[in-house]
């Protein structure tokens, strides 16, 4: 019996967030695991696929035009990495630009999957 592979939570984040950068949500949807959960000061707390899914959609349906990018991506552990961003987007109901930065924490499980994401945002006026 060989060893499982090692997860790469560095390699495993950029591709998650070229799949949001891509807007592709089935690649985001199948990043996460069923029961995962997504905590942010601006939305709260998330559980499960299904409900950080409908948040992603949500938010894009008003900031289409999300352009992020990371500064930094940055191993924590085995499973988990950091990533420094910043992004730029326009609201599609109210014209006004969002502008964030701030980081994120994102766990996975042995298969590469997201058991977590623990966003801190530096701007306080985001609604996601």
């Given at each position: 019996?060989?060893?499982?592979?090692?997860?790469?939570?560095?390699?495993?984040?950029?591709?998650?967030?070229?799949?949001?950068?891509?807007?592709?949500?089935?690649?985001?949807?199948?990043?996460?695991?069923?029961?995962?959960?997504?905590?942010?000061?601006?939305?709260?707390?998330?559980?499960?696929?299904?409900e950080i899914m409908a948040a992603f959609r949500?938010?894009?349906?008003?900031?289409?035009?999300?352009?992020?990018?990371?500064?930094?991506?940055?191993?924590?552990?085995?499973?988990?990495?950091?990533?420094?961003?910043?992004?730029?987007?326009?609201?599609?109901l109210t014209g006004k630009q969002l502008r964030?930065?701030?980081?994120?924490?994102?766990?996975?499980?042995?298969?590469?999957?997201?058991?977590?994401?623990?966003?801190?945002?530096?701007?306080?006026?985001?609604?996601?």
């Amino acid at each position: 019996m060989g060893a499982q592979p090692a997860v790469d939570p560095v390699a495993l984040v950029t591709r998650y967030h070229a799949a949001i950068s891509a807007l592709d949500f089935a690649a985001i949807e199948d990043f996460f695991t069923e029961g995962a959960t997504y905590s942010s000061g601006k939305i709260g707390g998330l559980k499960g696929r299904a409900e950080i899914m409908a948040a992603f959609r949500r938010y894009f349906a008003e900031y289409p035009d999300q352009v992020a990018a990371d500064s930094l991506i940055e191993p924590l552990s085995a499973v988990s990495a950091r990533s420094i961003w910043r992004l730029t987007a326009t609201s599609t109901l109210t014209g006004k630009q969002l502008r964030r930065q701030g980081e994120e924490v994102v766990t996975f499980d042995p298969d590469g999957r997201i058991v977590s994401v623990d966003v801190t945002d530096a701007d306080t006026k985001s609604p996601f």
